[in-house]
């Protein structure tokens, strides 16, 4: 497995969920583009930009979030391993959070207009 420049805790949960879904790094295809943006004369001369493609399913993601090509590399495919399992039906930790919140807001919509039906029909 790769180690990439970011925490040794971060690269094992990447090695352990690259193993759960069966992903091996002869599968991924990496490529190394220049970035765009801000960073100056440094990001016009390297490349940075990292082009992931997972051949089996063919889902491909590109990542240009750091002036780093090692922590762009391990957010690529952070961000692959999250296509793969919306693609594989498992919800993950963040799609979780989000979906309690959408439930939360909900059911607060529906409290407020049963209260506004409940003072409307008191003014009448």
Same mark, same amino acid.
């Given at each position: ?6 925490? &040794? &805790?971060? +690269?094992?949960?990447?090695? @352990? ?9 002869? $599968?991924? *295809?990496e490529?190394?583009?220049?970035s ?5 004369? !440094?990001? +016009?001369?390297?490349? #940075?930009?990292? !082009?992931?493609?997972?051949?089996? #399913?063919?889902?491909?993601v =590109?990542?240009?979030? $750091?002036?780093? @090509?090692?922590? +762009? ?21 963040? *799609?979780?959070?989000? =979906? ?8 607060s919509? /529906?409290?407020? /207009?049963?209260? @506004? ?6 003014? *009448?």
């Amino acid at each position: 497995m790769l180690v990439f420049a970011v925490s &040794e &805790e971060k +690269n094992r949960w990447l090695a @352990q969920k690259m193993r759960e879904l069966g992903i091996s790094e002869g $599968d991924l *295809e990496e490529k190394f583009v220049r970035s765009s943006g801000k960073g100056g004369q !440094h990001v +016009n001369k390297t490349s #940075t930009c990292v !082009h992931l493609r997972h051949l089996p #399913t063919g889902l491909e993601v =590109k990542c240009m979030q $750091d002036r780093s @090509q090692s922590v +762009n590399r391990f957010l690529a495919r952070r961000e692959l391993i999250g296509k793969i399992e919306r693609l594989s039906g498992h919800a993950a930790p963040g *799609e979780l959070k989000q =979906k309690k919140i959408r439930k939360q807001k909900a059911r607060s919509r /529906r409290r407020s /207009r049963t209260k @506004q039906e409940v003072q409307e029909g008191e003014a *009448e």
